[in-house]
């Protein structure tokens, strides 16, 4: 079982992340997993954090020679804006955020919720994921995400292959596919910015080079599309997540929402073995188990809970009302929201690649994941 946690506040020393059944013979690039971690600190409309932290990777364990081991591996990403010892804790909750709920739950202080409720801590889950890029790769699988839609606005993406859309996307400040709406999107969040406001959006991640059977139908917990939902969920901000077509098929008939399965033997070698669809309004996803299209899952993330036009709010000591109070914070994120949900993501795969092929060794995966295609090939 492929499993990790993470620690570490938004303003400690550091953030770790603490990953279990990462098989063994993988070898480690940390330039990719840097990668990750700037594209998760750009986009346009993010704030000042993002100025001072340079976040960069350290590899703590779990590695020899740039290869890992088969042990626990930790990564840790150093906070250069540590200064939590010296932070003063909030008197008014902001609404939105876990600050009233976590101080009421744990009869404390606000700031020791919301220093570990902080998206800040997201960091080591991107680290976690691009990590996993490195072992998917080895089996042809490609995770690619990108903004589809902010503050309601939403951006069409543009044709083209895998390759010339990622193209697209690096060039894109907001890490959308369609260079031509990114100045009207730019004016939307620069005017929000002006009146204090926030925006949030809608991020898409497509997983290309699947091959069938990850996951399950035999136990809830085990089917893939449940362990995708729970993992982008779990994001901070995020309030919805949608599989294909999503809540789209719920106002359908069916003969508009199920794919036809036809055969192409040209295409037996491909991840779909001939098994083709001419739509993929299931997301790749049927009975908890990849069908050998690619997987699609949407996210919907709400707009940032700190704004400079502060909600009405309490002092929690004298039980007044006052005005929110106020953290640095962005005017919007959705841009890093589609990096955290992208690398989210490909840790679930990679999990579910390790269930179907055994973890103990990138070679045995190898061997293993052979011997499926060719006898699946077959069925």
Known sequence: MLRYWTAGESHGKALIALIDGFPAGVAVDEGPINVELRRRQGGYGRGGRQRIETDTVDVRAGVWHGVTLGSPI???????????????????????????????????????????????????????????????????????????????????????????????????????????????????IDRAGKEGDTLGGIVEVQVHGVPFGLGTHAQWDRKLDGRLAQAVMAVQAIKGVEIGLGFEAARRPGSQVHDPIHYDASRKQSPTLGYERPTNNAGGLEAGMTNGQPIVIRAAKKPISTLRKALESINLETKQPEAASYERSDVCAISAASVIVENVVAFEVAAAVVDKFGGDSLVEMQARHKLFLEMAAGR
Do not use: M, W
Request: proline share 3%; net charge neutral.
């Open 74 to 188: 930790a990564l840790e990403v150093a906070n250069r804006d540590y200064k939590l010892e010296r932070l003063d804790d909030l008197p008014r909750p902001r609404p939105g955020h876990g600050d009233l709920t976590g101080a009421v739950k744990y009869l404390g202080s606000i700031r020791g919720v919301l220093e570990r409720a902080s998206a800040r801590e997201t960091t080591v889950r991107v680290a976690t994921g691009a990590l996993c890029k490195q072992l998917l790769a080895h089996f042809g699988i490609t995770v690619f995400g990108f903004v589809l839609e902010v503050g309601g606005e939403r951006i069409e993406p543009v044709a083209g292959t895998l390759e010339e859309l990622k193209a697209v996307r690096d060039q894109s400040e907001l890490y959308a596919l369609n260079l031509q709406r990114d100045a009207a999107i730019k004016e939307l």
